[in-house]
């Protein structure tokens, strides 16, 4: 099989001081992904520093390919200045990299300030960004892998206005309507390693065409088990589930995936 893993953080236990010895942490996953037979893992950044280093990663282990983005709660911790400037950049490594990401909308994250003069700012703010960043996607034909969490609708709606026929929704948790306008669309989805669990994603993997579907892991989160134990090769296990869902084999499960994987990120 070949195994495709679209959306990851490999720089959080770097970044994030989830393990002690993070070079160990790294290669023992990345050794395991390849026993597993995965071909391609998308490590995405999140913010500046967090893409120098998926670059960085990229360079050293050929397994890895580079998304660079900026997470919408952090665009709203910056200038509009220093946005314009990592975008600039972001637009200078167009050959380099396989994707924009991760970028999108939230509005869980400050749920608790929903009301608030001040969350409605820092919402505007994200709203801004995500516009600059569609624009940088339309102008360097590069996918966006996005994060729509409580969100969903805004997100559909600024790319409906968009150009952009490459989308990917990142562990899409929307309204089955939506998934329905996202798939008539033609857009694509990544379906977590929560699929052996949890009905909402199981029902659309039912819902969406086999050519409009990928696997990602967000390692090390979304795992079989809680807290940040995710990793590449859990995509086996997603693979054979949606193959059951779709009643196929899990080869050819694979072999589509592989090929949605190909188009939309080469």
Same mark, same amino acid.
């Given at each position: 099989?070949?195994? !495709?893993?679209? *959306?990851?953080? $490999?720089?959080?236990?770097?970044?994030?001081?989830?393990?002690?010895?993070?070079?160990?942490?790294?290669?023992?996953? &990345?050794?395991?992904?390849?026993?597993?037979?995965?071909?391609?893992?998308?490590?995405?950044?999140?913010?500046?520093?967090?893409?120098?280093?998926?670059?960085? %990663?990229?360079? @050293?282990?050929?397994? #890895?390919?580079?998304?660079?983005?900026?997470?919408?709660?952090?665009?709203?911790?910056?200038?509009?200045?220093?946005?314009?400037?990592?975008?600039?950049? /972001?637009?200078?490594?167009?050959?380099? #990299?396989?994707?924009?990401?991760?970028?999108?909308?939230?509005?869980?994250?400050?749920?608790?300030?929903?009301?608030?003069?001040?969350?409605?700012? =820092?919402?505007?703010?994200?709203?801004?960004?995500?516009?600059? #960043?569609?624009?940088?996607?339309?102008?360097?034909?590069?996918?966006? &892998? =996005?994060?729509?969490?409580?969100?969903?609708?805004?997100?559909?709606?600024? $790319?409906?206005?968009?150009?952009?026929?490459?989308?990917?929704?990142?562990?899409?948790?929307?309204?089955?309507?939506?998934?329905?306008? !996202?798939? +008539? *669309?033609?857009?694509?989805?990544?379906?977590?390693?929560?699929? %052996?669990? $949890?009905?909402?994603?199981? @029902?659309?993997?039912?819902?969406?065409?086999?050519?409009? $579907? =990928?696997?990602?892991?967000?390692?090390?989160?979304?795992?079989?088990?809680?807290?940040?134990?995710?990793?590449?090769?859990? /995509?086996? &296990?997603?693979?054979?589930?949606?193959?059951?869902?779709?009643? !196929?084999?899990?080869?050819?499960?694979? +072999?589509?995936?592989? %090929?949605?994987?190909?188009? &939309?990120?080469?």
């Amino acid at each position: 099989m070949r195994l !495709i893993d679209a *959306h990851a953080h $490999l720089d959080a236990h770097a970044m994030k001081g989830l393990t002690e010895n993070y070079a160990d942490w790294l290669s023992g996953i &990345l050794a395991r992904a390849k026993e597993k037979q995965v071909k391609a893992i998308v490590a995405n950044g999140t913010n500046p520093e967090s893409n120098r280093q998926v670059q960085t %990663l990229a360079q @050293e282990h050929d397994l #890895i390919k580079p998304a660079l983005g900026f997470y919408p709660t952090e665009v709203e911790k910056i200038s509009e200045e220093f946005l314009d400037e990592e975008l600039e950049y /972001i637009k200078k490594q167009k050959d380099k #990299i396989v994707a924009i990401g991760e970028v999108g909308l939230d509005k869980k994250y400050s749920e608790g300030l929903l009301t608030s003069g001040k969350w409605k700012e =820092l919402y505007a703010k994200q709203q801004a960004g995500f516009e600059k #960043i569609i624009s940088l996607s339309e102008k360097t034909k590069k996918p966006l &892998l =996005l994060h729509t969490r409580k969100a969903e609708q805004d997100v559909v709606d600024m $790319l409906e206005s968009s150009s952009l026929k490459n989308p990917m929704m990142h562990c899409f948790t929307g309204k089955k309507k939506l998934v329905k306008t !996202i798939a +008539d *669309h033609g857009w694509n989805f990544s379906v977590p390693v929560t699929v %052996l669990k $949890l009905h909402q994603f199981q @029902e659309l993997v039912k819902e969406v065409p086999l050519n409009q $579907l =990928l696997t990602e892991t967000d390692t090390p989160f979304l795992g079989p088990e809680s807290g940040p134990t995710n990793e590449p090769a859990n /995509i086996s &296990l997603s693979v054979m589930k949606m193959a059951e869902l779709k009643g !196929i084999t899990k080869e050819e499960m694979s +072999d589509q995936i592989f %090929l949605n994987y190909m188009r &939309l990120f080469n």
